[in-house]
């Protein structure tokens, strides 16, 4: 089960891909892996930051537009859902026109969107604009894992990723910390404002630090077709999953497009067989290694998104927590994940992925188990038990999966590799908060008519309970000006305990998903392509 099947990596003729180590050493700052490696993380981090320190700006933002649960959802799986439908496409390009130019590009396209999300005055704005974060993020994720493959030596590399792995993890974790002080001390624009200056020193730095690197053997072409049919199959499934709440799971709508992202995929699995040069060449999915890794990064994020998703509503609406008291309770989550990258990184090294990733996915599925137990009066102290522990869980997870997908690549597919990996983890995260989401309302639309009525409350018409499920699925009383007091409170704790049985039952699916994720890891293994990185000087 666990062989590793390889792609001939030779180039036309049977001549090997051109060795980035084979050419002279780099001098000066051009091409240092390290700073190489610091320019990169520039970068991602606005792309990793972006995709939860909006979580904690989801409330300013409803209640400053007059957005809708549904709307609130789309500003976050707007942006994960453009990062998953064009990563592997952003990969290819990187692969065809080299690494350095389209994360430049990707840094000022990024910066520049989120400038105009923040000077947006609608709720449609925000989120054209977050696809607009999306398209931009997708363009530089892959291209600095090309780069780092193509700079650092096989002995550094996976160093270098658990780096990366802990960038991408205390970005992604400290997210609503920094929304936190920047809702409650500035505005919510600032959450996206941040990344102009960000974005200016990732383009300084890169434009004086990246060296390009592209294997001799590199695509000379473009599957459109490939891309079409991705895109579209990507886009039914989400799709349908945010719909689902609203039309229903056994409604025609909803099914049409399952089966139409069903087929899609379908189609797109069948064309690749038939290209020149596909978008993802089937066959790096014989490795059964890095097919595992691909699935692991899914089955991750869903439960990490889809429960941070409700996190941030359950301290801020249940608790009446701040933005900035909610990101620091969220702290012992960041501090395990800046903590526990490296230590995985070297557990890595010396034991390879399967034992921590596997570890580490057993760890999350406790954490989320436990976060199923959180009440309306839950202290500070057990939540911080539950989120250091997912943190724990989460690093090793960030980074061996990561170098199993790009290990067990060939070098000139590193843009490809790079993509699948992000794309996962947004497919993941996009359908993590689409599935838990659509846990959510469903509890809450079932519980809540029979505990509005066992509190004794006025009896609502079908319309003013859709209106109060709404604001139930967030943590919201539905409580009307010129309530009584006496009444206002049995809202409250009817609407408070509503979310909690719905953010009990979300967590204990994540859970499961988490399980699931412990036996997909047996699967991984170090990558044996590594070596055909870099050996480039100044190490």
Not at 57 to 69: E, H, K, Q, Y
Not at 186 to 197: D, E, H
Not at 260 to 271: D, K, Q
Request: charged share 10%; hydrophobic share 55%; proline share 5%.
């Amino acid at each position: 089960m666990t062989s590793q099947t390889t792609i001939d990596a030779t180039g036309p003729g049977g001549k090997a891909p051109t060795d980035p180590s084979d050419g002279p050493p780099a001098k000066g700052l051009r091409g240092h892996p390290w700073f190489t490696l610091i320019t990169v993380a520039v970068g991602v981090m606005m792309v990793a930051l972006d995709g939860t320190i909006v979580a904690i700006a989801n409330p300013a933002i409803a209640s400053d537009l007059g957005a809708t649960f549904a709307q609130v959802q789309w500003i976050t799986n707007a942006y994960f859902l453009a990062l998953a439908v064009s990563l592997i496409t952003a990969g290819k390009l990187g692969d065809r026109f080299g690494h350095r130019q389209t994360f430049l590009i990707g840094v000022v396209g990024f910066a520049a969107a989120s400038g105009a999300i923040g000077l947006s005055d609608s709720i449609a704005l925000v989120v054209t604009f977050r696809v607009f974060q999306g398209l931009f993020g997708a363009l530089l994720m892959p291209a600095a894992l090309g780069l780092l493959r193509a700079t650092f030596p096989a002995e550094k590399l996976n160093m270098a990723i658990g780096l990366w792995g802990m960038v991408i993890g205390a970005s992604t974790a400290g997210g609503p910390i920094l929304g936190g002080v920047l809702v409650e001390h500035v505005n919510w624009q600032s959450v996206f404002f941040i990344n102009v200056p960000v974005g200016a020193l990732a383009l300084v730095l890169g434009v004086l630090i990246l060296l390009d690197h592209r294997a001799e053997n590199a695509p000379r072409s473009f599957d459109i077709l490939g891309i079409g049919f991705l895109s579209g199959a990507m886009f039914c499934l989400v799709w349908a999953l945010i719909k689902a709440p609203t039309w229903g799971w056994a409604d025609g709508k909803t099914w049409a497009f399952l089966i139409g992202s069903a087929v899609l995929f379908a189609a797109f699995a069948f064309w690749e067989t038939k290209v020149k040069e596909p978008l993802i060449p089937l066959a790096l999915f014989r490795s059964v290694p890095l097919s595992a890794g691909v699935v692991l990064m899914v089955l991750m994020a869903i439960a990490f998104m889809g429960g941070l998703f409700f996190v941030t509503f359950y301290l801020q609406n249940v608790h009446g927590m701040s933005p900035i008291d909610a990101g620091l309770h969220l702290l012992p989550l960041t501090g395990m994940m800046i903590v526990g990258s490296p230590l995985a990184g070297a557990a890595i090294t010396k034991l390879g992925p399967r034992i921590p990733l596997a570890g580490g996915m057993a760890a999350t599925a406790i954490a989320m188990y436990g976060m199923s137990t959180l009440e309306t009066d839950t202290g500070s102290g057990p939540m911080s038990i539950w989120f250091a522990l997912l943190g724990f869980g989460l690093a090793p997870v960030m980074v061996g999966a990561t170098e199993v997908i790009v290990g067990n690549a060939p070098m000139e597919l590193s843009g490809v590799a790079g993509g699948l990996q992000q794309a996962a983890m947004q497919i993941g995260g996009s359908l993590g908060t689409a599935v838990l989401g659509a846990v959510m309302a469903s509890k809450v639309d079932g519980d809540l008519p029979a505990n509005w009525k066992g509190a004794g409350l006025p009896e609502l018409t079908p319309a003013q309970l859709d209106q109060a499920s709404e604001a139930v699925q967030v943590g919201v009383a539905p409580v009307a000006k010129g309530t009584p007091a006496e009444i206002a409170a049995k809202i409250a704790d009817v609407a408070h305990d509503t979310f909690i049985s719905g953010m009990s039952l979300a967590s204990l699916v994540a859970a499961g998903v988490a399980v699931v994720a412990v036996f997909v890891a047996l699967l991984t293994k170090r990558g044996e392509n590594a070596e055909a990185g870099a050996g480039v000087g100044h190490i």
